[in-house]
T-cell receptor, first 114, second 114 residues
Framework: AQSVTQLGSHVSVSEGALVLLRCNYSSSVPPYLFWYVQYPNQGLQLLLKYTTGATLVKGINGFEAEFKKSETSFHLTKPSAHMSDAAEYFCAVTRAGNNRKLIWGLGTSLAVNP | DTEVTQTPKHLVMGMTNKKSLKCEQHMGHRAMYWYKQKAKKPPELMFVYSYEKLSINESVPSRFSPECPNSSLLNLHLHALQPEDSALYLC?????????????FGQGTRLTVV
């Protein structure tokens, strides 16, 4: 069975500081991995995804994530936080051929302090 | 056009009311989804439609009734809801059959049952 663990339900950083949101997954088959962001009172927006190929994935708004199979991780990073990055971030996993059903992490709430 | 449009944005209904949520996409996606999301929680899958046919029902109570009139539209009919059904209801769509596609989400309908 697949599962996703997001370490840290709340992360707080200063504006301009590095953002690191952690995601670990378990999957018996090669996973497809996603990071979604949800701003207050909004739907979910895809930040980036990993399916196959290059393990360092670049997304929107300056975010990137690296797929590390040996560590079963897909951590999300951004070199310099902006106030507008404050939001809820969800990591999700599915397997090839089953894109209909995403397994979600519990989410990490990111606060950015001035 | 990469939008999934949901109406209404907000809905307040009594426990004896009948109402419907609507979702529309024009991306040619043949998979469409309904999710329920409580505050600060990940979305919970309710229903999946594939080529206008219901393919997944996650044991959702019958007071929620989905409908897919055509490939662009998805409805969720609500009847005799309970206060605990208050939540953000999200519609999403994705390509069907593609190996690595992501889901595109609407902005959601904030439902309050009184």
């Amino acid at each position: 069975a697949q599962s996703v663990t997001q370490l840290g339900s709340h992360v707080s950083v200063s504006e301009g500081a590095l953002v690191l949101l952690r995601c670990n997954y378990s999957s018996s088959v090669p996973p497809y991995l996603f990071w979604y962001v949800q701003y207050p009172n909004q739907g979910l927006q895809l930040l980036l995804k990993y399916t196959t190929g290059a393990t360092l994935v670049k997304g929107i708004n300056g975010f990137e994530a690296e797929f590390k199979k040996s560590e079963t991780s897909f951590h999300l990073t951004k070199p310099s936080a902006h106030m507008s990055d404050a939001a809820e971030y969800f990591c999700a996993v599915t397997r090839a051929g089953n894109n209909r059903k995403l397994i979600w992490g519990l989410g990490t709430s990111l606060a950015v302090n001035p | 056009d990469t939008e999934v449009t949901q109406t209404p944005k907000h809905l307040v209904m009594g426990m004896t009311n009948k109402k419907s949520l609507k979702c529309e996409q024009h991306m040619g996606h043949r998979a469409m989804y309904w999710y329920k999301q409580k505050a600060k929680k990940p979305p919970e899958l309710m229903f999946v439609y594939s080529y206008e046919k219901l393919s997944i029902n996650e044991s959702v109570p019958s007071r929620f009734s989905p409908e897919c009139p055509n490939s662009s539209l998805l409805n969720l009919h609500l009847h005799a809801l309970q206060p605990e059904d208050s939540a953000l209801y999200l519609c999403a769509s994705s390509q069907q059959g593609a190996k690595d596609t992501e889901a595109f989400f609407g902005q959601g309908t904030r439902l309050t049952v009184v």
